[in-house]
């Protein structure tokens, strides 16, 4: 999770000009995932957004199978990314709630994403579609997946070592 200095967000600019991880991280996850599901690296993902309870912010857009996550940090078990973004946005406001449900809008539909207030690919500075292309390009995405996916049964292992506990 980046938390960006005061008004970058409001800059079209300085936050053109932020690092990949930090412009999808902050704002544009939503980009990511609708080119991802564009033109998928890998089969079996689907979209997935966490929205907080009302009268906050921290809303996020994954891409998932049920089990691994794909974000901007790269794969990941999807229930560790979950709790990291409850455990960071809960951190800096307590009372801070979400609620997670599957995206079932285009998320490269401007007139869509505005209806949930967030933006299109043709409201940034430039177009965010080909910067996320070159960004799901430089991923191993089998490696990525297999790596998160030797921690899920890495877990599963211990678990049931432990009796089920």
Known sequence: MYILKPNIKNDPEKRWALPDRIFFGNGACHILAGVYLDDPPLS????EKITPIEGFSGNHIFLTDRKIAFDYHGYSVRDRLVEHHRKGWSKMYPGWGCEI??????LLSTAELNRRKMRGPDQYLYDPTPRARNFLARISHDAGYAKAD???SEGARRQSADGGI
């Open 150 to 152: 030797r921690v899920v």
């Open 44 to 47: 079996g993902f689907y979209a």
């Open 101 to 106: 449900e599957s995206v079932e809008f285009d």
